[in-house]
T-cell receptor, first 116, second 113 residues
Framework: EPEVTQTPSHQVTQMGQEVILRCVPI?????FYWYRQILGQKVEFLVS????????KSEIFDDQFSVERPDGSNFTLKIRSTKLEDSAMYFC??????????????FGPGTRLTVT | AQSVAQPEDQVNVAEGNPLTVKCTYS??????LFWYVQYPNRGLQFLLK??????LVKGSYGFEAEFNKSQTSFHLKKPSALVSDSALYFC???????????FGGGTRVLVKP
C-alpha cells in the first residue's frame, strides 16, 4: 500500500540554524501539506501546496518557513533560522485528485525536530 | 473559523465492551469530518470520513462514526473493543470549500484485557 515517507525521523539542531525536512508524498497525489504538533498540544496546520504554489498557510507559517517541490517526488519544508519554539513533530500529508474518494489526507510518520 | 472539541482526554474500556470517543465540531458551511488514529512513534492513520449521505459511516478495523448535524457531533464507535485498539484518536474537520484540517486535542483510548 502506498504511503507517505519522511526523513529524517529525528533532527537535532542548534538555535539559528537552517533545517530542511523532507517528505515523499504518495505518487499520484496532487495536494501536499505540512502540519506540526508541539508536545502535548494539538496537531496544527502549517501550509498547503497545490500546482507548485502555496494554496493556504496559517499564521504560524511566517517568513522563516518555506516549502518546495524540487522534483516530481519530494516535498520539503525549510526553516531558515530555527527557534526553540520550533521544536515539534512535523507531519507531511498528501491528498489525491478531487474526484473519487480523495477527501482524506494521508500522513507520514513525522520528523521530530529538537532545537537546542 | 473551524474548531473541534474532544471532551475526554482518556477513555478506559474493558476488552469486548463497546467503545465511544466523542467529538463535536464547529464550521461554517458543510463539514467534512475525519477520524485518525495514532499509535506510538507512528503517523496519523486514516480511519474513516463523513462527506455526505448516510449519517453512519463505517471505516477500518470495525470502527464506525455517526454524523449528527443538529448536535454538531461525530462520535467514533466500536461495538467490541480490542486491546490493540489502545492508541490516540484524533477527530478532524474541514470545510467543504476549504483545504486544511483542524484537529481536536486527541483522546487516548486504553483497552484493558
Amino acid at each position: 500500500e502506498p504511503e507517505v515517507t519522511q526523513t529524517p525521523s529525528h533532527q537535532v539542531t542548534q538555535m539559528g540554524q537552517e533545517v530542511i525536512l523532507r517528505c515523499v508524498p504518495i505518487s499520484n497525489h496532487l495536494y501536499f501539506y505540512w502540519y506540526r504538533q508541539i508536545l502535548g498540544q494539538k496537531v496544527e496546520f502549517l501550509v498547503s501546496f497545490y500546482n507548485n504554489e502555496i494554496s493556504e498557510k496559517s499564521e504560524i507559517f511566517d517568513d522563516q518557513f518555506s516549502v518546495e517541490r524540487p522534483d516530481g517526488s519530494n516535498f520539503t519544508l525549510k526553516i531558515r533560522s530555527t527557534k526553540l519554539e520550533d521544536s515539534a513533530m512535523y507531519f507531511c500529508a498528501s491528498r489525491g485528485p478531487t474526484s473519487g474518494s480523495s477527501y482524506e489526507q494521508y500522513f507520514g510518520p513525522g520528523t521530530r525536530l529538537t532545537v537546542t | 473559523a473551524q474548531s473541534v472539541a474532544q471532551p475526554e482526554d482518556q477513555v478506559n474500556v474493558a476488552e469486548g465492551n463497546p467503545l465511544t470517543v466523542k467529538c463535536t465540531y464547529s464550521v461554517s458551511g458543510n463539514p467534512y469530518l475525519f477520524w485518525y488514529v495514532q499509535y506510538p512513534n507512528r503517523g496519523l492513520q486514516f480511519l474513516l470520513k463523513y462527506i455526505t449521505g448516510d449519517n453512519l459511516v463505517k471505516g477500518s478495523y470495525g470502527f464506525e462514526a455517526e454524523f449528527n448535524k443538529s448536535q454538531t457531533s461525530f462520535h467514533l464507535k466500536k461495538p467490541s473493543a480490542l486491546v490493540s485498539d489502545s492508541a490516540l484518536y484524533f477527530c478532524a474537520v474541514r470545510e467543504a470549500a476549504g483545504n486544511k484540517l483542524t484537529f481536536g486535542g486527541g483522546t487516548r483510548v486504553l483497552v484493558k484485557p
